[in-house]
């Protein structure tokens, strides 16, 4: 037997079992723990768990599989190792008590490939210790509609202006983002109201600052196998939009197409009487972050 905090287990026959995929690796492992009362607390080590320790949150990282640091487990099954051996004590509370067994029990942990901080390739983001990050991205282009009055027919002697019913149309590039950040105990829901509809105020996933709107986001509850403390999976939604203006610099979401050239740039920001722009900006970090918790 080994003993890990305190807790006595062994690794069974025919155990670990790998399977590789286009997604990831996946991995079964078996355990036998012998004192049955220890199996809960054995359970937690494997998953992790979180503790809030007044205004912030400790993380207890979970144990991923060897050589595989974002290979972690996302499903536990525990049967008794002996399960016509229960100890026969009469269960008199069906809230607070179950069989035991002197055995103890065989504890089979699946494990998935998820992303840490430290697994999210060039993503350009710090997440909490503990948390994953998932990224998809769908990029592609788009058409921005010019009236033909503000073009000029190239290979046409004279260069004459194009017909004004002509809409011309300049293709920009364009993206839409997934960005899924689980296992998080603390989301940050102020900030995510605040930060919605708002730009990048610096570079934020290798786009310069002004190109990329967050769009919004969902929330689902994570099932938590042993802790109190509950988690969730938040999906953060985001659009890109370049324009390159004539001196390469790639500018966004709050430059509109000038029929009048100025400078020879056609690109330029606009904004309302007292000088706000269409779109406000934002910390983007700020989405990754655990709120401060008042105790």
Request: hydrophobic content about 35%; proline content about 7%.
């Amino acid at each position: 037997m080994k003993n890990i905090d305190g807790i006595e287990y062994c690794e069974l026959d025919n155990s670990p079992r790998l399977r590789y995929t286009r997604k990831g690796v996946n991995a079964v492992r078996v355990f036998h723990v012998p004192n049955w009362e220890d199996v809960q607390r054995f359970a937690r080590l494997l998953i992790g768990s979180y503790q809030r320790v007044g205004a912030s949150v400790t993380i207890v990282p979970p144990l991923a599989f060897p050589g595989f640091s974002q290979m972690l487990v996302s499903d536990l099954a525990i049967d008794p190792l002996m399960p016509d051996s229960p100890r026969g004590d009469d269960v008199a509370d069906l809230e607070n008590e179950t069989n035991a067994y002197d055995q103890g029990a065989i504890v089979t942990a699946s494990y998935t490939t998820e992303y840490d901080g430290e697994q999210s390739g060039d993503v350009d983001i710090e997440i909490p210790e503990g948390t994953t990050l998932v990224v998809t991205q769908d990029n592609g282009m788009e058409t921005y509609s010019t009236p033909g009055r503000v073009w000029r027919w190239g290979t046409v002697a004279g260069n004459p202006v194009v017909d004004p019913d002509t809409f011309a149309g300049i293709q920009i590039p364009t993206g839409e983002w997934s960005l899924v950040w689980g296992r998080v105990p603390l989301p940050p829901w102020d900030v995510m109201r605040a930060t919605r509809g708002k730009l990048n105020n610096a570079e934020f996933m290798g786009s310069p600052a002004g190109t990329v709107l967050f769009a919004g986001q969902s929330a689902r509850r994570m099932f938590q196998f042993v802790e109190e403390t509950e988690l969730w999976e938040l999906t953060y939604r985001f659009r890109e939009q370049i324009k390159t203006r004539n001196d390469a610099t790639e500018v966004g979401w709050n430059y509109f197409y000038r029929e009048q050239a100025s400078g020879g740039e056609h690109w330029h920001t606009i904004q309302d009487v007292t000088g706000n722009p269409p779109f406000k900006s934002a910390d983007f970090s700020e989405l990754f972050k655990f709120p401060v918790v008042v105790p």
